[in-house]
């Protein structure tokens, strides 16, 4: 009878475990099952991968004062020329040091007329550019005493920056 009474003991012990330890197993197959499937969705096809990537800007790591200067000031004059857009010559403000950054910042002020769907080309474009940072400053003026088809025309003032080391 003891042999009996200590086997059920076992027995049920056995099945008690058991029992949590498939629920347990079971938890966890369902929440890998979980896990691939939202794995799955967010994998995207290449063209899917390219489109986003395009809506990236690009951007290179900065250089030196001197040398990140001359590459922010020749990329940002051609695409001043790409959009059409007649400056004057491009002014280089000095770089100052961020407070609580370790880095500088460098920026390029420009001045120029130009229709306004010139800069707006220029402002979509500005992204391809791999050392601008971003539009510091933009100041359009237009004349209201002009006739209605040259309201067209701007006086723009744009200031970009640039990360400096």
Known sequence: MLLVGAVSVVAILAFTLGQDWLNGWHQARVSLATAKKKL???????????GLLA????????????????????????QLKKAGINTEPLQIIPARRVLGAPYKVL???????????????????????????SVEELRLQCDPKEAPEKRNQVEIELTVSTFVK
């Open 40 to 50: 799955n969705d967010v994998e995207a096809d290449k063209a899917k991968l390219a």
């Open 55 to 78: 809506l990236v800007p690009v951007f290179e790591m900065p250089q030196a004062e001197e040398e990140q200067q001359f590459l922010l000031r020749d990329k940002l004059h051609e």
């Open 107 to 133: 920026k390029i002020k420009c001045k120029g007329k130009c229709k306004l769907d010139q800069l707006l080309d220029l402002l979509v474009n500005l992204k391809e550019n791999p050392y601008a940072v």
